[in-house]
């Protein structure tokens, strides 16, 4: 724990290099030299931010998608790379702790991957989303039982990470809580407005406005900081993501990145739907006492003789070796 209670914190709200990956790292390089220079010591980026969430892959085909995905896999990042490191040595000189959303490589599979590093550059917890949503499971794999672990210890508290509709799974938010989380990183892409019902049929829990409230309602439920990082989308990089002429992603926009406290006030002004920045406010851990005095879900506030929650730790392996 840090020796202060008081600790700076940012949320990413920016556009992916799309489908570039040594230009994706320079743009997050960038973005923590930035932070650090308004010194923010825990920073989060949004869902699969290296290279950019492919969001063609629900308004069209797959058939329809097959350039873009096949450049995709081509562009997501390994944990044990040279831009995996170039992150790491930007981290350490940052003196920062980040939560870093990347789409990840391994062999010839993809997941969607949050990397957890340390002021001194160390990976120091890597998890995966544990189910990709929906037409998402067409690109990434599924993460096993270490990416239940959802929160580190740091200098600057229990730090804690999910990406996207994680924030929906009340089994998962609640064994985070059972970690201890104080600061969590929400993970997000953009989102975007309800689009027109005369032109398409939409759900409103995808959209921006829903996910921002699934983020608000963790805060007070998890009585946690967070900090909701999300991607945008602009005119101009349309029809290099197969978006051209649907009628659900508005450009520019998306974004809906905020901070919130443990009762769920947010901490800090909203940015345009459309534009760039890191939403930053400074907290005290302390401050988290107060709402759990109210509502400590896995303490005071439970009851778990009649409700508790079963964990499997077991991380199934593809290949075991018989012994003999």
Not at 49 to 73: C, F, Q
Not at 223 to 240: H, M, P, R, S, Y
Not at 271 to 287: H, K, P, Q
Request: glycine letters at 8%; aromatic letters at 8%; a negative charge.
């Amino acid at each position: 724990m840090a020796s202060s209670n008081t600790v700076r914190v940012g949320a990413v709200q920016a556009e992916p290099v799309w489908l570039d990956l040594d230009g994706s790292v320079n743009k997050t390089v960038g973005l923590i030299e930035k932070a650090a220079s308004d010194g923010v010591q825990v920073l989060g980026f949004p869902e699969v931010w290296i290279p950019g969430y492919p969001w063609s892959m629900w308004t069209s085909a797959v058939i329809n998608n097959t350039h873009i995905i096949h450049e995709y896999m081509a562009n997501s990042m390994s944990r044990d790379s040279e831009q995996m490191r170039r992150i790491q040595v930007a981290v350490q000189k940052a003196k920062m702790f980040v939560v870093l959303g990347f789409s990840e490589r391994e062999g010839a599979s993809l997941y969607m991957a949050q990397s957890f590093i340390s002021p001194p550059g160390e990976i120091v917890h890597h998890r995966r989303k544990i189910k990709p949503t929906h037409v998402e499971r067409t690109i990434w794999g599924e993460g096993q039982a270490e990416s239940l672990k959802c929160v580190v210890d740091s200098p600057f508290g229990k730090i804690g990470g999910l990406n996207c509709w994680e924030h929906l799974q009340p089994l998962l938010r609640y064994y985070e809580y059972s970690q201890g989380v104080q600061i969590h990183v929400a993970s997000w892409p953009a989102e975007f407005e309800m689009p027109d019902p005369a032109k398409i049929s939409w759900l409103y829990h995808e959209t921006g406005e829903a996910s921002y409230r699934a983020s608000q309602f963790m805060a007070i439920e998890g009585q946690c900081f967070v900090l909701v990082a999300t991607q945008i989308l602009t005119e101009e990089n349309l029809d290099k993501n197969n978006l051209t002429g649907n009628p659900v992603t508005k450009t520019p926009g998306g974004g809906f990145s905020m901070i919130f406290g443990p009762d769920g006030k947010p901490l800090c002004e909203p940015i345009d739907a459309g534009a760039e920045g890191i939403l930053t406010a400074n907290v005290n851990l302390r401050d988290i006492d107060y709402p759990k005095a109210f509502i400590d879900v896995v303490g005071h506030y439970a009851r778990p003789d009649l409700l508790s929650l079963l964990v499997n730790p077991s991380v199934d392996k593809h290949v075991t070796m018989m012994e003999k």
